[in-house]
C-alpha cells in the first residue's frame, strides 16, 4: 500500500524524496475573493449569507451566548471533562516556563537598551470543524495566547447543522473551562475576514477587529490568511498534517505503522513517512498496517493518504543518511524510534516537534504531553516554529542615552550617515551636541 523509495547507494538531493501533497493555494485565494470583499463591504450580512451557503446552515446568531458555552460545559462526559482539565493543566504548565521577562542592556554609562515584551492586544483563534472536532486546538490556541498576556481573545469555529447551527458541543465546552466568553459562529474564509475587517452584528454587539489570527483550517481558511495578511498578523499558512518516523530495527512494528494510520486518520491529503535503514522492519510495518487497518474506522480516508504521493517508506543506508532525509524533509512531526532515541533527537535540525522513543508518539502531542500542537507544516519548520507564548508576544527596544552618552558615539553615527547619504540624520546629532569635529568624514 504505502510505496517504497530507495535511497541506499544514492546521492539524490534529500529534499526531493518525498513530495508533498499538492495544495494550490493561489487558486483558493481566487475563489475566496469574493467572499472577503463582501465582508469588508457588507459586514455581518455577507458573513451569514457565505456561512449559509457554505456551510448549509444558519446559526441562531453569529455570537454564541454565554449560557450556551456554560450549557455545553455542564453536559461534558465527565472522562471528557477530566482528559481536557488534565490537558490544559499539563500546556499550563509547559507555556507559563516560555513568558519572556524585560532585559536592560547597559550599553554604555548613560546609555542603555531595554527590551519588553508586549503582548498582541486582541487575537482571534481559529478552531477548525471539519472532518474531525478539535477542542484540543482550542486549548493549544487560547492558553499561550492567555499566558503571553493577551488581554482580549475571540474563538471562531464553523456551525454545525447537527448541533442547532453552534459550533460543535466539546468546543463551545472547552473554551467555557478555559474562562473565553467571545465565541463565534463561524468558519471558513468568512471567520478570517470578520476577525480581520471586525464587523456589527445583528444583535446591536460588534465584534471587533483582531491584530493577530492563529490556528489551522482547510486550504480557504489557509488563502484568507495569505489574502489578509498585513491586515492582520498571521502565525503561518497551514498545510495538510504530516508526521516522519526515523527508525531502526529496534522499533517496534506494531508502534510505526499505529502512528503512521493515526495521522493518515486526519485527512487524505495527510503525509505519513517511515524512514528507516531496516528493509525488514519495512516490511513489518508494511504487514502491520495492513492488519490494523482492518480495526480502523475511517478506512478510506487513511488508504487514500497512505497510499498517496504524500506517502512512503523510505529506505536509507544508515541513520545518518536517515536524519539528512528527516532534517531536509522537515517534518510538522518528527518521531524518533531508535537506539539511542534521544541522542539522535538532539542532533535534529529541522522539525516542528520530535517525540522521542517509544512512548511518547505523536498522539500524546497532540492531547496531553504539554507541548502545543499547532507546529509548522510543508518544509516551513526549516525556518519557523510551533505557537508558542512567543507568538502572541511583541519585543520592543526603548533606547535611553544621556548627552554624554550620545556625544560620545556622535562621531560614529555621523560618519555612518554620511557614508548612506543622509545628512539630515546627520543633522539630528548635530542639533543635540554640535559638531564633534573634522575627523567624522562629514563636512559641517
Not at 446568531?61 to 482539565?85: F, I, K, M, T, W
Amino acid at each position: 500500500m504505502i510505496r517504497r523509495i530507495d535511497l541506499r547507494g544514492s546521492h539524490a538531493n534529500p529534499r526531493d524524496v518525498v513530495p508533498r501533497a499538492a495544495m494550490d493555494v493561489a487558486d483558493a485565494g481566487e475563489r475566496i475573493r469574493p467572499i472577503l470583499g463582501d465582508i469588508r463591504s457588507e459586514g455581518a450580512a455577507a458573513v451569514l449569507r457565505w456561512t449559509e451557503q457554505l456551510d448549509g446552515v444558519r446559526p441562531p446568531a453569529l455570537r454564541v451566548p454565554p449560557d450556551v458555552l456554560a450549557e455545553q460545559a455542564e453536559a461534558l462526559d465527565p472522562a471528557v471533562r477530566a482528559a481536557l482539565l488534565e490537558s490544559i493543566a499539563r500546556a499550563r504548565r509547559v507555556h507559563a516556563d516560555q513568558r519572556r521577562t524585560d532585559t536592560t542592556t547597559v550599553v554604555v554609562p548613560g546609555g542603555t537598551v531595554t527590551e519588553r515584551w508586549i503582548p498582541v492586544e486582541r487575537v482571534g483563534l481559529y478552531v477548525p470543524g471539519g472532518r474531525a472536532v478539535y477542542p484540543s486546538s482550542v486549548i493549544m490556541n487560547v492558553i499561550p495566547a492567555q499566558e503571553a498576556g493577551v488581554g482580549s481573545l475571540a474563538v471562531v469555529s464553523p456551525p454545525q447543522r447537527d448541533f442547532g447551527g453552534w459550533p460543535h458541543p466539546t468546543i463551545l465546552a472547552a473554551c467555557h473551562l478555559l474562562g473565553v466568553e467571545e465565541v463565534y459562529a463561524v468558519g471558513g474564509a468568512q471567520a478570517v475576514a470578520m476577525l480581520a475587517y471586525g464587523i456589527d452584528l445583528p444583535d446591536g454587539g460588534r465584534c471587533e477587529p483582531v491584530d493577530l489570527v492563529t490556528g489551522p483550517g482547510n486550504i480557504y481558511v489557509t488563502a484568507a490568511k495569505r489574502a489578509l495578511q498585513g491586515v492582520i498578523g498571521i502565525d503561518s499558512e497551514a498545510g495538510p498534517t504530516e508526521v516522519m518516523v526515523l527508525a531502526d530495527s529496534t522499533a517496534q512494528p506494531a508502534h510505526v505503522a499505529a502512528d503512521l494510520i493515526s495521522q493518515a486518520e486526519h485527512d487524505t491529503l495527510a503525509a505519513a513517512v517511515l524512514v528507516t535503514d531496516s528493509p525488514e522492519l519495512a516490511d513489518r510495518v508494511d504487514a502491520e498496517v495492513a492488519r490494523q487497518l482492518t480495526e480502523t474506522k475511517h478506512v478510506e480516508r487513511i488508504t487514500e493518504a497512505l497510499s498517496g504521493t504524500q506517502s512512503a517508506i523510505v529506505l536509507v543506508e544508515d541513520l545518518e543518511q536517515g536524519l539528512a532525509v528527516a532534517d531536509a524533509y522537515a517534518a510538522e512531526h518528527l518521531e524518533i524510534q531508535t537506539r539511542d532515541a534521544r541522542e539522535w533527537a538532539m542532533r535534529v535540525r529541522n522539525a516542528g516537534a520530535v517525540f522521542v522513543g517509544p512512548h511518547a508518539p505523536v498522539s500524546l502531542g497532540d492531547y496531553s504531553a504539554g507541548s502545543n500542537h499547532v507546529l509548522p507544516t510543508a518544509g516551513s519548520a526549516r525556518h519557523s516554529s510551533g505557537l508558542s507564548v512567543q507568538t502572541f508576544l511583541r519585543g520592543i527596544h526603548i533606547v535611553e542615552y544621556d548627552e554624554n552618552a550620545l556625544r560620545d558615539v556622535a562621531p560614529h553615527v555621523l560618519a555612518l550617515s554620511s557614508a548612506e547619504d543622509l545628512p539630515a540624520h546627520g543633522q539630528a546629532i548635530r542639533a543635540r551636541v554640535g559638531d564633534p569635529g573634522a575627523d567624522t568624514g562629514e563636512q559641517a
